[in-house]
Nanobody
């Protein structure tokens, strides 16, 4: 069992930055791929970024490439999402998720095993 707790959300003006963190319980953090997803009101949850177990492979949605960066620190059981040049359309609840099973896709929420409670990010214009 893995518990995930996100932090770092808030209100920021367009063009600003926020840094999200997600800390995982347990000693097996390094055996999980990690992802960030977001869900805006009235919309489906969508993939934002993911990172494999070692941190060697990262994936970003086209909508955030060049603006958001995912990283992880296995010694701290933490995955990060640095968000720069924020836009109003980035407003959403951001969730981190852990993917334990091999195979599947980092881009699909169905392939993740554990989810955090989410943190709100609001970007004002």
């Amino acid at each position: 069992q893995v518990q995930l707790v996100e932090s770092g959300g808030g209100l920021v003006q367009a063009g600003g930055s926020l840094s999200l963190s997600c800390i995982a319980s347990g000693r097996t953090f390094s055996t999980y791929g990690m992802g960030w997803f977001r869900q805006a009101p009235g919309k489906e949850r969508e993939f934002v970024a993911a990172i494999n177990r070692s941190g060697a492979n990262i994936y970003h949605a086209d909508s955030v490439k060049g603006r958001f960066t995912i990283s992880r620190d296995n010694a701290k059981n933490t995955v990060y999402l640095q968000m720069n040049s924020l836009k109003p359309e980035d407003t959403a609840v951001y969730y981190c998720a852990a993917k334990g099973k091999l195979g599947g896709s980092y881009y699909r929420s169905e392939d993740y095993d554990y989810w955090g409670q989410g943190t709100q990010v609001t970007v004002s214009s």
